[in-house]
């Protein structure tokens, strides 16, 4: 009984905060946009009934998805744009990982306090400091001009630039913390094994070093790839009118188009796509797991 | 092979594979090793020995590349080895904590090395079977590390350390990690490997047991400096000094001073009020000049009654039995207040014995069963 109890509590939660809402959303996605509140039809009626009700959904919100070229192309540039800043936080996250990893053992905590210090402070003001430095009077190129390296400012701010140099900056913890994790295990035994067995340091590093942070860049990978497909602050802030992306897109079906039913519909795919993903970030650490038992 | 037959180090004549040249390692204000200088010869079997912290492991380290020496030059087949990089060095170690790679199996970990000798493909093949077969891992060569036994996974790491064919093989507390069964067995295993592959072996332990078993030679280490290099019979039944004696087996340790008492010998005055101990020694002590004698438990005979012609014999009160099944060790109290540890193997039944404790009994010894050690 108690034990019913225990695994009950985590589905109650799961029921009562994704299923039903996700119900809700499903729900809208398959009525029709109207002029009122809230903006979409069919309202469920006690007094009509459930079959009745459901005779007026239909699939139109998702035909439209596919008829309109803009939302396949949104979902496309969002995986471009995920994919490649997944890469580039991959690029800067690693070397920041080992060095934490390589550090001696007293300094660890602290390096690990500097990686996690952001999340102090909101999300939102951080973005809006990197459009200081962006921006075209801002930081950045101010000082490019002074040290004298450009005479006119880098137009960077409102570009796909600065949405990668967000994204990045943002994302750069979910990185370092997992590939840290796998770093700090690797026993520096199993390096100097290598170097004895006739590695040099570059290659003991290739074929020792990353197979083993393996399940870190994996794991780090898609808590960075996740949230960035359907990322809409950064773009909306940092991007400019050519950013295309599905949180955008998403975000103006919804408010200014008070499209409710469609802004739904493109919810639901982006779900449906985001499944893939995270089933198979699920796989990596259950393997994991079993690895280490 | 036998000690007549391998004894390069009394060769003037033979060249060592190995000399350190007043090597000393320094961290910071710490020494490690302090200004060692010692000779390893081809096909020798040589055991660092010592407590934790001795330096043996850091020596080790020298000769894989792993730390440079502070001042000082090691020398390999003739050859200043410093600026070699450890993958360039024709030595290979066995790690403690065997350090195979996990991701790879048992067959990819032994050809690891081979691999980056750009060996052709079917030399890799024959090389790693060929080891597999001495270590006898062939049903185990599809296996990752973790899915094989202690045991399995210390013979890989020996098979991959082998595989390069180095001129020098570092061991590392190769047994550390087993059980006292399996550890014994693998001994003999790695002195027949030894033996087959005529590979120069270092080993590092801390196991005097092992040293003793495994060795052609022993080096005896404290505080970053060789006490004393000898074959396992030598280190034991002649110590050069207390630390060695005292260190390596069982030991009793009689303080006294001696007195010149006809060539060679000496009579070690121990208790007043007791007559002096009669001892044979080769070293050479000026009249009154402080010493120690270091007598083995098992050179100490015991019995009931005053034995008639001994060199000596003391006369004390059992304090203790330890009953190890095929021998006993007696602790005997002398009237001086002194525990003296008599060995004597356990030839009739337990039920049988001649003396139990608080029994006065008679411990002697020959004037050669001990070694007479300055202070």
């Known amino acids: ?293 | 092979m036998t000690a007549s037959e391998f004894e390069p180090w009394n060769d003037p004549e033979a060249k060592p594979l190995i000399h350190f040249q007043n090597v000393t390692k320094r961290y910071g204000e710490f020494t490690a090793i302090d200004n060692l200088t010692i000779d390893i010869y081809e096909r020798e079997f040589y055991a660092l020995l010592g407590p934790s912290g001795c330096g043996k492991t850091t020596l080790m380290r020298m000769l894989a590349g792993f730390e440079t020496p502070t001042e000082g030059k090691i020398f390999l087949a003739g050859q200043d080895i410093a600026p070699v990089p450890p993958n360039k060095r024709a030595v290979n170690m066995m790690f403690q904590s065997y350090a195979l790679f996990p991701h790879l199996s048992v067959w990819e970990n032994i050809a690891f090395g081979l691999k980056r000798e750009k060996m052709p493909k079917h030399d890799i093949d024959d090389r790693v079977e060929a080891m597999l077969k001495l270590t006898r891992l062939e049903k185990f060569a599809r296996r990752k590390p973790h899915q094989i036994s202690g045991g399995q996974r210390q013979r890989v790491a020996l098979a991959r350390s082998l595989a390069k064919h180095p001129k020098l093989l570092l061991l590392d507390e190769p047994l550390g990690a087993l059980d006292k069964k399996l550890r014994q067995d693998t001994q003999f295993e790695l002195m027949d490997i030894q033996e087959k592959t005529g590979t120069t072996f270092v080993i590092v332990t801390h196991d005097q047991e092992e040293a003793m078993t495994v060795a052609s030679r022993v080096a005896v280490m404290d505080h970053g400096k060789i006490i004393q290099v000898a074959t396992p019979d030598r280190i034991y039944e002649n110590p050069n000094s207390v630390y060695v004696a005292d260190f390596i087996g069982d030991v009793n340790l009689i303080e006294g001073t001696a007195t010149p008492n006809g060539s060679d010998a000496y009579a070690m005055s121990w208790h007043e009020g007791h007559p002096p101990l009669t001892v044979k020694s080769p070293n050479a002590f000026s009249d009154g000049q402080k010493c120690h004698l270091a007598i083995r438990p098992e050179k100490v005979a015991i019995s009931s009654e005053q034995p008639a012609e001994a060199d000596n014999a003391v006369q004390g009160r059992i304090l203790d039995i330890a009953y190890l099944g095929n021998i006993s060790t007696y602790h005997v109290e002398l009237p001086t207040g002194a525990v003296i540890k008599a060995q004597t193997a356990n030839t009739r039944r337990i039920a049988r014995r001649a003396f139990t404790w608080e029994d006065t009994v008679w411990l002697s010894w020959t004037a050669t069963a001990g070694v007479l050690l300055a202070d």
Do not use: H
């Not at chain 1, 809402?21 to 469920?44: E, N």
């Not at chain 1, 370092?176 to 340091?201: F, K, N, T």
């Open chain 1, 1 to 293: 009984m108690r034990r019913f109890v225990l695994i009950a509590i985590p589905y109650v939660w799961l029921l009562a905060l994704f299923l039903v809402p996700f119900a809700i959303v499903l729900k809208i996605a398959l009525s029709d946009a109207a002029i009122a509140r809230p903006p979409y039809f069919p309202q469920f009626d006690w007094a009509e009934g459930i079959a009745a009700f459901i005779a007026e959904l239909d699939f139109e919100n998702f035909v439209w998805l596919t008829e309109d070229d803009l939302y396949w192309k949104a979902y496309l540039s969002s995986l471009k744009i995920a994919v490649i800043s997944t890469f580039f936080t991959l690029l800067a996250g690693y070397p920041i990982a080992y060095g934490m990893a390589r550090a001696p053992e007293e300094w660890r905590p602290t390096l690990m306090m500097l990686v996690i210090l952001p999340f102090w402070t909101s999300f939102l003001i951080r973005v809006y400091a990197w459009m200081g430095i962006l921006s075209n009077e801002g930081f950045l190129n101010q000082f490019l001009m002074w040290i004298g390296v450009i005479s006119e400012p880098l137009t960077i701010l409102n570009t796909n630039s600065a949405v990668y140099i967000g994204i990045v900056y943002t994302y750069l913890p979910f990185m370092i913390l997992p590939v840290y994790s796998a770093l700090e295990r690797l026993d520096g035994s199993l390096i100097e094994a290598a170097e004895d067995l006739g590695c040099s340091r570059l290659t003991a590093f290739w074929l020792v070093t990353i197979p083993l942070s393996k399940t870190g860049i994996i794991a780090g990978s898609f808590l960075v790839f996740i949230p960035v497909l359907g990322e809409f602050v950064i773009p909306s802030l940092l991007g400019g009118s050519d950013t295309l992306m599905i949180g955008k897109v998403l975000w103006e079906e919804f408010f200014s188009n008070r499209d409710w039913p469609v802004a739904s519909a493109v919810a639901v795919v982006l779900l449906l796509l985001l499944v893939i993903p995270i089933v198979l970030f699920q796989r990596n650490q259950q393997k994991q797991q079993e690895a280490e038992q």
